[in-house]
Structure formats: C-alpha cells, structure tokens
C-alpha cells in the first residue's frame, strides 16, 4: 500500500503543479520527472544509471511512435480545415440536428471516441472542442464538456497505445489485457453521455432528450465493449492494410501463410488470389 501511495507521488506533482499552482506545462512535467527519479534512486533502489536510461527511454518513446502519431492528426486536421473539407463536416453534423445537446453528443462523445482512438493526446478535445466553438458553444464549455466526453474512450486511444505498453510494462498478454479493459469501460461508457448532458444542460433536460430521441446509451456501449474486447496488437496494421488492398490492389502478406495475396471483392462473396503462385482460395 505505502509503495502504491510513493509511486503516485510524481502523478501528483505533475497534476497539482499544473491545476493548482499554474506551472506551465513542460515545468511541471521535468518536476514529475523530478520526482519520479528521487523516488526510484532513493525509494526503491534503483541503480541511478539505470533510471537515467529509463528516464531517456521514456522521452524518446514520447516523442518518437506518440509524437509522430500526433504530428500527423495536427497535419490532417491542418489540411481538412485549410481546404475548407473540416467546414463541411462541421455543418453536416449540425443539419442532422438543430438541437445543441444531439450535437454535443454527436461531435463530443461520438466524433471525439474516433479522434481518440486514431491519434489520441489532446487531438480529440483540441478539434471536437473548436468545432462545437463554431457552433455556438463558448469557449469554456467546449473544452470543459470535450474533456469530460474524452473520459471513456481515452483508454484505447492511438490506435491502443495505453493497452501495448501496459502489456509490454506488465508482460501480460496483450489479448487477455484488451478484453478486460474493454469490459471495465463498458460502464463509464453508459455513464459518460449521461454526465456529458447532465453538466451541460441539468438533469432534467437530460432525461427529456433521453426519453424524447430514445437515446440508446447501453446498446452503444454493448458495441463498443465488444470491439474493444477484440482489439489486437496487429489490429491497427491489418485494418490499413486491408483498406490499402481494397482501394488500389496494393496486395499484403500473411502471418499464417506464405507468398503475397489480394482479395477481389464481388458480388455475393469475396476471392482471394495468391499473387506469387497459381493457388488460389475463396
């Protein structure tokens, strides 16, 4: 208990340093650091190589897999605005309704999830948040009500990230980890819309919408509990692989079988052909 208790110390220094005392962002991230390498040298034992090293592997792993993850979501997002393409996204959301709780839902929670899962690390609050801004949302409330409907999916967020060094931290299987992530955020998934509209608009405009728009809350969440359930550590590399193949042919390779395929998609069934050989399987 009292090692669980030192090992948040550095949590807390980063969190306090940044919503109590107003540190800037990167001050209070090196007093965490800080804080986390007194604690291992001094309070665990650790050799004080070894924790400079950890300390380094840490930040290159940062800046490296998850910095180029959002560089990329920025760029995306950069480019969809400057071509006026994240515009029109924005007000096809709002036509399908003119009602500003349906739209925080849909943007915030539904829209946000997709954002967290594909980059992850403030990507989803910074663009949910300026597209509710532009739909009438002050600035406060965008950012508040983005972060609160960021609560659920954040666990699965850039492509998995948290669910693969968990797992390479523990050395617990990956599939057994993401299943039973995946069951414990079944309820927070239930509860977050309720909440996002609760701090938005009260109770009783809540359950009104609810009972009016029929609001399936537990059937999305008995969804997205079972995908999450089978979430791989090929997953993300299999799902672009396959979109690559469909659009342009480009052909991929297999873990369970030699040579090169592609799939032709046809109507009423699927083929796929063995590119290096003459078999082929349907």
């Not at 609050?125 to 508040?144: D, E, H, P, Y």
């Not at 998995?160 to 523990?170: D, E, K, N, R």
């Amino acid at each position: 208990m009292l090692s669980a208790l030192v090992s948040a110390l550095p949590v807390l220094v980063l969190l306090s340093g940044i919503g109590i005392f107003r540190m800037r962002a990167h001050v209070a991230a090196l007093a965490g650091l800080a804080t986390a390498l007194v604690i291992a040298v001094f309070g665990f034992h650790m050799p004080v190589t070894l924790a400079g090293w950890a300390a380094l592997y840490g930040a290159a792993y940062g800046l490296l897999p998850i910095g180029w993850i959002i560089l990329n979501i920025i760029f995306l997002y950069k480019l969809t605005n400057e071509r006026g393409q994240f515009d029109i996204l924005r007000d096809s959301i709002a036509r399908v309704t003119d009602d500003s709780r349906l739209q925080l839902l849909l943007i915030a929670f539904c829209f946000g999830a997709f954002f967290e899962g594909a980059a992850g690390f403030g990507s989803p609050v910074a663009v949910t948040g300026a597209m509710l801004i532009g739909l009438g949302f002050t600035r406060l409330q965008a950012s508040g009500l983005s972060l609160i409907a960021n609560t659920a999916p954040v666990a699965f967020g850039a492509l998995g990230t948290p669910i693969v060094v968990l797992g390479v931290s523990t050395g617990l299987p990956l599939d057994q980890l993401s299943t039973m992530v995946g069951r414990q955020m079944f309820p927070f998934a239930i509860l977050v819309p309720f909440w996002l509209l609760w701090a938005y608009c009260g109770w009783r405009r809540t359950l009104d919408i609810s009972i009016k728009h029929g609001i399936a809350a537990p059937a999305y969440s008995a969804s997205l509990a079972y995908y999450d359930a089978l979430r791989r550590a090929r997953l993300p590399g299999n799902v672009i692989q396959a979109q690559r193949d469909f659009f342009g042919g480009h052909t991929y390779l297999r873990t369970d079988k030699q040579g090169t395929y592609h799939m032709e998609w046809k109507e009423g069934g699927t083929e796929i052909l063995q590119v290096e050989g003459k078999s082929r399987t349907k």
